[in-house]
């Protein structure tokens, strides 16, 4: 029984410990202090007592989850061949898209950092079981001969991983093209005359293998966690193994902050699967020893049959 007690406790303190963890979780709160960080487009109104440049009231990204990306769009890719958005998908993995512009001085330049350096943090690789696709939507950039293809080289020598040069993609085009996949995806930017740059929020959107908008992430710091279970879940359970799966259960993404965070019910109900389960196994064990026991004990106790 001390064998019994003490597996039990340990449960317990264990589910308790859950449960604190996810109390501290609900407890912290997302703040949005900055545009760059920001989920949705600022109302210019509620901007002008903050002192927030003009530039940055029409910037910003609406989500819109389970939408379709124009799959039809026509771009040059990084080696000036013309090509179709729909090229990258249906693949049977998803597409993490980033919306930048390859002459960007500081936050595009973060963003594909910042999505690089997580990726190299998690064990998918690209070309197999995903995809990266960056679109410049600047549309100049369109006739800037080999500005996409050292963009790519650089990020290729970045990422460092097998296959990095078959699954990241560097994209431009026309106004036009621009315009229909920044539309689609809620990404809103302005060229600002003033500063000769365009302002824009940083972020990154993952799709379904299909090209639908499945998760959306804030900023230029990406958690690698966060990150492989948005890759997991746009892919339709296509990649992850089955305890990937079931950690991936017990956790719940929050679009307001694009993040994956506890889910107390989630975790609790698994956590009582496991620990029947555990139980079942130990007291089909403790029934085996005791049956062997018995067993031994009236071999022992019967009958000599040794021939005399």
Not at 72 to 81: A, H, L, R, Y
Not at 107 to 129: F, H, M, R, W, Y
Not at 199 to 220: F, N, Q
């Amino acid at each position: 029984m001390k064998v019994k007690d003490t597996i039990i406790t340990i449960v317990a303190v264990a589910v308790l410990a859950a449960g604190a963890v996810v109390s501290a979780s609900a407890q912290k709160v997302e703040h949005y202090s900055s545009p760059l960080y920001s989920p949705r487009t600022y109302d210019p109104a509620a901007s002008e007592s903050n002192g927030m440049p003009a530039a940055l009231k029409k910037v910003g990204i609406d989500q819109k989850l389970g939408d379709q990306l124009p799959l039809d769009t026509v771009f040059k890719n990084e080696d000036g061949q013309e090509v179709r958005l729909g090229d990258y998908f249906n693949k049977n993995r998803p597409v993490i898209l980033a919306l930048v512009y390859y002459e960007c001085p500081m936050l595009c330049n973060q963003v594909l950092n910042g999505l690089t350096g997580s990726l190299k943090g998690i064990a998918l690789e690209p070309g197999k079981d995903y995809d990266i696709v960056a679109i410049s939507f600047d549309a100049s950039e369109n006739n800037k001969a080999d500005l996409a293809k050292n963009k790519k080289a650089s990020y290729v020598e970045r990422l460092a991983k097998a296959g990095a040069a078959d699954g990241l993609h560097f994209l431009t085009g026309t106004q036009e093209s621009i315009d229909q996949v920044a539309n689609a995806a809620g990404f809103h930017y302005y060229w600002d005359d003033k500063s000769q740059q365009f302002a824009h929020v940083g972020g990154i959107m993952i799709t379904t293998p299909e090209g639908k908008l499945s998760r959306y992430m804030y900023g230029i710091d990406y958690s690698p966690k966060d990150l492989k279970f948005g890759l997991m879940d746009s892919s339709q359970n296509k990649i992850g193994g089955v305890a990937q799966q079931l950690l991936l259960y017990c956790y719940h993404y929050d679009p307001a902050t694009g993040k994956y965070g506890l889910a107390i019910m989630r975790t609790l109900r698994v956590a009582g699967v496991i620990t029947l389960a555990f139980f079942g196994v130990m007291a089909f064990v403790f029934y085996k020893r005791g049956k062997k026991r018995r067993a031994d004990e009236e071999g022992f106790g019967g009958p000599d049959t040794t021939a005399v």
